[in-house]
C-alpha cells in the first residue's frame, strides 16, 4: 500500500494533526502518516515505556507514549515511540501535544522505517539540544543502536544479545534487551 503524502504550511499542518485520528509527521512541508504497529511493535514500545518509568522512579523525570509530538525545528514535527524528560517539560501549545525539551527518543524499526531511524532521525534528533539520547530497536530481531550525544556529535553503540545492558546514562538507568523483548517472537 503506497503511503500518500502532501504538502502543508506549518499551521496548516497542526490544525489538521490535531483535528486527525491519524498522527502524522510534517517534514519540511511534507504530511506523512504514522500508520499503527505490529504487534511486536508495540510489545517493544510498551516494554520499554514500562522500565523507564520503573528505573526513574520518583526522580523528576517524564516518560511519554508515542502521542507526544517532537518539534525538531520550525519544519519538522515528528513522533518517536517513547520520549522522556528530566526536568519540567516545555510544551510548544497550549494542548501539550508538542515536547520541546526531550532528554531521549525511542524509536522501534519497522521494514518501511529502517533508513528514516537509522539515518534521516539520527540528524533530526542531534538538532534539538536537548536530546542527550537517541534509542532505536528492531522489532524482527534482537538489535538496538544507542546513540549518546557527546561534544563532538552521537558516539554510538549496538547490541544484539538478550544479556547485554544499555546505559541510559541521561535518565540514570539501564535497560537490558530481555527486558525490551520480552514475550516479542522474533
Same mark, same amino acid.
Given at each position: 500500500m503506497?503511503?500518500?503524502?502532501?504538502?502543508?504550511?506549518v499551521?496548516?499542518?497542526?490544525?489538521?494533526?490535531?483535528?486527525?485520528?491519524?498522527?502524522h509527521?510534517?517534514?519540511?512541508?511534507?504530511?506523512?502518516?504514522?500508520?499503527g504497529?505490529?504487534?511486536?511493535?508495540?510489545?517493544?514500545?510498551?516494554?520499554?515505556?514500562?522500565?523507564?518509568?520503573?528505573?526513574?522512579?520518583?526522580?523528576?523525570?517524564?516518560?511519554?507514549?508515542?502521542q507526544?509530538?517532537?518539534?525538531? @525545528? =520550525?519544519?519538522?514535527?515528528?513522533? #518517536?515511540?517513547?520520549?522522556?524528560?528530566?526536568?519540567?517539560? !516545555? %510544551?510548544?501549545?497550549?494542548s501539550?501535544?508538542?515536547?520541546?525539551?526531550?532528554?531521549?527518543?525511542?524509536?522501534?524499526?519497522?521494514?518501511?522505517?529502517?533508513?528514516?531511524?537509522?539515518?534521516?532521525?539520527?540528524?533530526?534528533?542531534?538538532?534539538?539540544?536537548?536530546?542527550?539520547?537517541?534509542?532505536?530497536?528492531?522489532?524482527?530481531r534482537?538489535?538496538?543502536?544507542?546513540?549518546?550525544?557527546?561534544?563532538?556529535?552521537?558516539?554510538?553503540?549496538?547490541?544484539?544479545?538478550? @544479556? =547485554?545492558?544499555i546505559?541510559?546514562? #541521561?535518565?540514570?538507568?539501564?535497560?537490558?534487551?530481555?527486558? !525490551? %523483548?520480552?514475550?516479542?517472537?522474533?
Open positions: 503506497a503511503i500518500e503524502t502532501r504538502l502543508m504550511t499551521e496548516q499542518y497542526l490544525a489538521f494533526d490535531e483535528a486527525s485520528e491519524m498522527q509527521e510534517y517534514i519540511d512541508g511534507e504530511l506523512i502518516p504514522m500508520p504497529g505490529s504487534g511486536n511493535h508495540n510489545m517493544i514500545v510498551a516494554s520499554v515505556t514500562a522500565a523507564f518509568v520503573v528505573a526513574i522512579g520518583d526522580r523528576d523525570c517524564y516518560v511519554f507514549g508515542s507526544m509530538r517532537i518539534q525538531i @525545528d =520550525d519544519m519538522r514535527y515528528v513522533y #518517536p515511540d517513547v520520549s522522556a524528560v528530566c526536568g519540567d517539560p !516545555v %510544551y510548544g501549545d497550549q501539550e501535544v508538542t515536547l520541546l525539551n526531550p532528554t531521549v527518543v525511542v524509536e522501534v524499526t519497522s521494514p518501511s522505517s529502517q533508513t528514516k531511524d537509522h539515518v534521516d532521525k539520527v540528524a533530526y534528533y542531534s538538532a534539538v539540544p536537548s536530546i542527550e539520547g537517541y534509542l532505536i530497536l528492531d522489532q524482527e534482537v538489535f538496538a543502536e544507542w546513540h549518546r550525544r557527546v561534544e563532538s556529535g552521537w558516539h554510538r553503540q549496538q547490541f544484539d544479545n538478550l @544479556d =547485554d545492558e546505559a541510559l546514562e #541521561p535518565l540514570g538507568c539501564t535497560l537490558t534487551l530481555s527486558q !525490551v %523483548y520480552r514475550g516479542v517472537s522474533l
